[in-house]
């Protein structure tokens, strides 16, 4: 890594991550530019996601492509959530009769489309910085929910003692 970090416009090439204030998520070579644009047609919470992401992170052109729909994604939780605000759950269906609102089950749906999508850019987790596979990720959580339930048996062991 060189020891200062060169002009956007100078071309040069350097390992993912380089930049100051910028994490690394791949070991691909990739272009220093500025902080690459939102894809046209992204929505406020699109453009909000986009944003927070790439000052954070850099992105291979394969993330790239997963990060432009993981922002799609989001505007459209983001268009399905104000739908749902401005009709509510209960709305009247073909026969006039009062019905559950299909935007619930479409929120829900959408909702594990966007963490499954964002867990295909392995962002590192926030406490610790490592990045964790799927199944790593699932056996932290197992081994911690067992450790807790460990150490409250044992603290309503000693409570009864």
């Not at 046209?40 to 432009?68: C, H, N």
Request: charged share 25%; hydrophobic share 40%.
């Amino acid at each position: 890594v060189p020891s200062r970090v060169p002009a956007p416009s100078e071309g040069v090439w350097l390992a993912v991550g380089a930049l100051p204030g910028r994490r690394e998520l791949s070991s691909h070579m990739v272009e220093v530019s500025k902080v690459p644009k939102a894809p046209p047609g992204l929505g406020v919470a699109g453009k909000a996601l986009w944003k927070q992401l790439t000052d954070v992170y850099s992105f291979d052109t394969r993330e790239m492509i997963t990060l432009g729909i993981v922002c799609r994604q989001a505007d459209m939780i983001a268009e399905l959530e104000n739908q749902l605000r401005a009709d509510g759950l209960i709305v009247v269906g073909v026969a006039g009769q009062e019905r559950l609102s299909p935007i619930p089950a479409e929120l829900r749906a959408g909702r594990l489309a966007l963490s499954r999508l964002l867990g295909e850019l392995h962002l590192p987790a926030e406490n610790t910085g490592r990045v964790l596979s799927p199944r790593s990720a699932r056996a932290s959580h197992a081994a911690s929910s067992r450790w807790t339930r460990v150490r409250r048996e044992a603290a309503e062991r000693a409570e009864g003692a």
